[in-house]
């Protein structure tokens, strides 16, 4: 038998007067005959698990063997924490934890590693559209969502815009820009985030909603219709105040778990700082082009036109007309100089087509009083690009001192700029049909050490080709990836 318990009870049929012995054997365990002293009972105590075979002997005090029993085969079974399928699962819940604990901290490894490309990203934008085509373009991936996309509250006209988005649209039938009240599906998720001010996840929309037809869908008609079964919206806060929502659609059921939950509240964290220091800057920069041309733009002005009212006074000593024409012209230079300050810092000149205005609006200024024909082209999807402040400012600046180089030296009749756009370069190109010059003899100048030190800086590329007698060409190359 199979026991757990040692102890046995012994009763044995005997007429005679003459006391009796009984003795046992424990085969397995000893080999030899033990007297029992606690008649009736046997108890074994601290038995190994095994298996034993048990013989009872009934003898006279002579020693005569009156009766051997028959063996009792019995198996002693260890305790549960003793047994190998017991140490087995051991072994295997201990695998699974550290397997599972490796698991979480690889993840979050790599969850701190896609945190830290995504806040680096964020900083090489230069502006809003840019950082949330970012946002949506490595949150997507990254929650393994369908579709994601951003929208921006305007509580003043009470909609939300759609801003970016990313993934297979194809779930959300193209969504238009704008939506209101009457737009279901992104006004709700809005509305919904907004009151609670807390982040939303759903798991299944028709459950959520109620009506199929009612939450969480948009289409034409009811053939065209997509439904958006799992959602995930999270509020990005900027100041103490609701800027937008994150949003992941997913047509699976149940899709997003508290990990991607955790993963989009850092996300939208991180933006919603950027966000803030892009808008405290912008802010900044404005201010600073306002005072800067209010404060010392006016005083310049007014030195300019004060020298210029002096000057004119014809009964000024010779030195004393020469003193004030020399602040005349410094002061004209240094409003000329604030001036592309103020345009650089204004961010409202950060695109590429207020650049190219204002190249244009100098350019004529310094070559329709020389009599130089001139021609400015563009190329490409280009005048959307937005520049940061030093790309900006290097840019304008080298423009101006290759047009400055042609008036003063190239002798040239006519002049010819382009910028293209070819991905993933910008290029500007300056030619002129001057007199050109030797490049061993000019590279010693100011002018072209000061440009290619601007190139550098703004991580370019600037090619010069010129010879004596051949014009001159200036290229510079912009990677804007």
């Keep these: 038998r199979k026991v757990r318990s040692s102890e046995f009870s012994i009763s044995a049929l005997y007429f005679a007067t003459t006391p009796m012995v009984f003795e046992y054997k424990l085969a397995g365990s000893q080999d030899k005959w033990m007297p029992i002293t606690t008649m009736p009972q046997l108890n074994l105590q601290q038995l190994v698990p095994g298996n034993y075979s048990l013989l009872i002997k009934a003898s006279l005090q002579d020693g005569t063997v009156i009766a051997t029993s028959a063996p009792f085969e019995l198996i002693v079974w260890p305790p549960f924490w003793k047994t190998t399928w017991f140490f087995l699962l051991v072994a295997t819940a201990l695998l699974a934890v550290v397997l599972f604990v490796f698991r979480n901290l690889k993840q979050k490894i790599l969850d701190e590693?896609?945190?830290?490309?995504?806040?680096?990203?964020?900083?090489?934008?230069?502006?809003?559209?840019?950082?949330?085509?970012?946002?949506?373009?490595?949150v997507q991936p990254l929650i393994g969502c369908e579709t994601c996309s951003i929208y921006e509250f305007i509580p003043e006209k009470n909609q939300v815009v759609l801003r970016s988005t990313a993934g297979d649209t194809s779930t959300t039938q193209s969504p238009p820009t704008v939506f209101n009240q009457q737009t279901q599906l992104s006004f709700k998720i809005a509305q919904k985030v907004m009151e609670s001010k807390m982040p939303l996840r759903v798991g299944d929309t028709r459950t959520e909603s109620g009506k199929p037809e009612s939450l969480f869908n948009w289409g034409k008609d009811e053939n065209d219709k997509a439904q958006v079964l799992?959602?995930?919206?999270?509020?990005?806060?900027?100041?103490?105040?609701?800027?937008?929502?994150?949003?992941?659609?997913?047509?699976?059921?149940?899709?997003?778990?508290?990990?991607?939950?955790?993963?989009?509240?850092?996300?939208?964290?991180?933006?919603?700082?950027?966000?803030?220091?892009?808008?405290?800057?912008?802010?900044?920069?404005?201010?600073?082009?306002?005072?800067?041309?209010?404060?010392?733009?006016?005083?310049?002005?007014?030195?300019?036109?004060?020298?210029?009212?002096?000057?004119?006074?014809?009964?000024?000593?010779?030195?004393?007309?020469?003193?004030?024409?020399?602040?005349?012209?410094?002061?004209?230079?240094?409003?000329?100089?604030?001036?592309?300050?103020?345009?650089?810092?204004?961010?409202?000149?950060?695109?590429l087509d207020q650049v190219v205005l204002k190249m244009k609006e100098w350019m004529a200024e310094m070559l329709e009083p020389m009599g130089i024909n001139y021609t400015f082209s563009t190329k490409g999807e280009i005048l959307s690009y937005r520049m940061n402040l030093e790309v900006r400012r290097d840019w304008y600046l080298i423009f101006k001192e290759a047009i400055t180089n042609a008036v003063k030296y190239s002798k040239c009749s006519s002049l010819e700029v382009s910028i293209s756009f070819e991905r993933p370069l910008i290029t500007m190109r300056i030619s002129d049909n001057g007199i050109g010059f030797d490049q061993q003899q000019a590279s010693a100048g100011n002018g072209l050490k000061n440009m290619r030190k601007r190139a550098a800086m703004m991580q370019g590329e600037l090619l010069i080709e010129s010879a004596p007698g051949k014009g001159t060409m200036v290229k510079l190359l912009k990677n804007i990836t």
């Design 113 to 138: 590693k896609s945190l830290n490309r995504f806040a680096i990203h964020l900083y090489t934008n230069n502006s809003l559209k840019e950082i949330l085509s970012r946002a949506t373009a490595v």
């Design 230 to 351: 799992s959602l995930l919206a999270v509020p990005i806060w900027i100041e103490g105040k609701i800027f937008g929502v994150v949003a992941g659609e997913s047509s699976r059921r149940n899709f997003f778990t508290r990990r991607h939950m955790k993963q989009v509240v850092r996300l939208a964290s991180l933006l919603g700082e950027r966000i803030g220091k892009f808008i405290t800057e912008d802010k900044i920069r404005d201010k600073l082009a306002r005072d800067l041309h209010d404060e010392i733009g006016s005083t310049l002005t007014g030195i300019n036109i004060l020298s210029k009212v002096a000057n004119s006074d014809s009964s000024l000593l010779p030195k004393t007309s020469e003193y004030l024409h020399k602040i005349q012209l410094r002061s004209a230079d240094m409003m000329e100089k604030m001036s592309d300050i103020i345009w650089a810092v204004n961010p409202a000149n950060d695109t």
